[in-house]
Structure formats: C-alpha cells, structure tokens
C-alpha cells in the first residue's frame, strides 16, 4: 500500500525486489484461497453465500492490489532476461601465491557460488519435515475421510477430527454428513493452508539462489541506499538475504502450528488414543532450525 500509490523510485524498487519470494507466493496463495471459496459457495447452504460472496470479493481485491503494485513498482522495471536467468555478481579478481618449495605461481581462484543454495540444510530440513508433515493435510484437502493405511496413527488422527462424521466411508447409505458440511469446509481449508506453508517454505528453500542478481537498476537501488538497504551489490549476496527474510516469516508461521498441535496433544491422546508426538518433534525440529538460520 505503501509503494501502490508513490511514485516509482528506487525505495520501492529495493523493497519489491527485496521480498519477491514472499509477495509472489502471497499472489499464489491468495489465488488458491480465492479458487477454494468458489468451490465452497457450490456446496454450502444459500444461508452462508452472502458471507462466502464477501471472501471472495475481499481476496479478489486484495490480490488485484498487491499484483498491481507489484508490477507497477518493480515488474515493468526488470528486464525479462534478469526474471529468466539468474546473474552472478561480480567476483573479485583471482590472486596468486608461490609454492615454496617449486617456486611455482598457484591460484587462489574461488568458484562462483551463484548457483548455490544459500543452505543445503535449510534445503534438506524443510523438503524432509514439511513433505512428511504434510501428508495428512493433502490427503484432508483433496481425499477428505480416506484412510492412508501406510501413514502411522492415521486411523486415530480421522476418529480424533471426527472426518468419518462430514466424509464417511462409501459403504455408509445415509445423508446425515449434509448436516456437517461446515466441518468438511473447515477441514480442507485447514488442510489449504497447512499445505500453502509447507510449499512456500520448501520452494523458497530449493528455488533462491546465493548470489542472486535482477539488473543494474537493481545494482544501482542497492548502492545508492540508507538505513538497511545501504549494501554494496558488489559484496552482498542478495540471494541471502531474501531467503533470511522469507525464514523468518517462516518461523512465525511453524511456531504457531507447533502452538496449536500442543494444545490438543492431551485432547488427543486421552480422547481417541491418538498420539501427536512424532509429529510435535517433526515440527518442532523444523522451526528451530528455522529460528536459528534466520537470527544467527
């Protein structure tokens, strides 16, 4: 909102450029949100297509902002050929030593890690936790009260969210799950986002590279800054810093999913038997490597 309605300058450029990852994948998701309203008002009762027609209306109108403020602000200032293929900077000049013993010239050339993953921890971590992690929700999303028979406990993780209540099995001729739509509804949206996090954290993790570069007028916003974008593009590796800052959103974000499985862990466990604590230890290992490659 800041940049939407000023003028294009290279503050706005450096921020846009700066949080790319994060403001693209909330295009995304928003996009997938808005997909899964639509879907919602074809099933839902009409008493709640007024407030369904408002979700929509609101992420329409949220992603159509942030989208046109994205383009206007930095988009339309980057050449195609930045966007596509990613330039290393500017390496410094390779410098030479002599063995002592063969008085032989020996290069200390460094090879360009452009095409580096900031963290190949991060990068194993999140692919690993996230994928197993996410299991469950997919399957609550697209396949809503179907067993995973491979999956452990999770015949006691669908008695515990009560899935057989809005999705039973085939073999159940009865129409009492309409009466539970609203639950099948909050099921697959929870399944939504759990799945959106998952995803932004592994492609962030995969897809950033080191020393990610997007043109000279990129060069030219970082050089030329203040406060905490005053950085030689010469020196800093940007890649860096977008996926510092994609980590810590991605903390907030395990934490308050770790939050939520620990308040229902003796719920689960004294109601259906159902134990959370592989998945508590899964989650809770992702966020504090999180935590610590964001911060330290």
Partial sequence: MVFMFSDVNED???????????ILFTLFSNLCLLIFEVYVLTICPPTMHSSTKIKIFALAFETTLIGSSYYLNYLRHVKLGDMLFRRPLPQSAPSTITDKKTDEPISTEIADPSNNVPSRIIVRTTWVCSTVFAIPFFRDLLFPGQVLKWFPGDVQYLIFVKAYVHSPPSSVYNNN????????????????LICLL??????????????ETLGEYWKKGWDSGSGMYKLDASKIRIGTVKQIQCLKLQFFGNFLVWMTMFRYYHAALELEGFKT?????????????LFMYAWF
């Fill in 12 to 22: 706005g450029m450096k921020f846009f450029g700066l949080h790319s990852p994060t």
């Fill in 198 to 211: 998952c995803l932004f954290k592994m492609t962030t993790a995969l897809l950033i590279k080191q020393n």
């Fill in 277 to 289: 604590n592989h998945h508590l230890i899964i989650i809770f290992w992702e966020t504090f490597v």
């Fill in 177 to 192: 799950h309409l009466m539970f739509i609203g639950d099948k509804v909050t099921s697959q949206h929870t399944g939504l």
